[in-house]
């Protein structure tokens, strides 16, 4: 069963920068989807970017042109930049696996907050 770790969350003014990681461990599938999903309380979990072992990265209308979505295959981990950020941006960032020879795991979650 895959395991995530994230790391990265945390407060800061609107405009700045924060960077998520995700670390994957009880990786079995060579092809799977890496990547980020957001929630806010009383919403449902929304995604954010994720992206294929392959290097093709899928964002969200939200946030394309301010976030980057980048991976290292070889150490199964994710990594999230987030610039210009927004209040808007404020939520609980979830980190997600998706592969074809294991069940689909999500991660703890790591609060960002974005003042303004």
């Known amino acids: 069963q895959v395991q995530l770790v994230e790391s990265g969350g945390g407060s800061v003014q609107a405009g700045g920068s924060l960077r998520l990681s995700c670390a994957a461990s009880?990786?079995?599938?060579?092809?799977?989807?890496m990547g980020w999903y957001r929630q806010t309380p009383g919403k449902q979990r929304e995604h954010v970017a994720t992206?294929?072992?392959?290097?093709?990265?899928r964002y969200s209308d939200s946030v394309k042109g301010r976030f980057a979505i980048s991976r290292d295959n070889a150490e199964n981990t994710v990594y999230l930049q987030m610039n210009s950020l927004h209040p808007e941006d404020t939520a609980v960032y979830y980190c997600?696996?998706?592969?074809?020879?294991?069940?689909?795991?999500w991660g703890q979650g790591t609060q960002v907050t974005v003042s303004s």
């Open positions: 992206i294929s072992t392959t290097g093709v990265p």
């Open positions: 997600n696996f998706f592969g074809t020879r294991e069940p689909e795991a």
């Open positions: 009880g990786v079995l599938s060579d092809a799977n989807i």
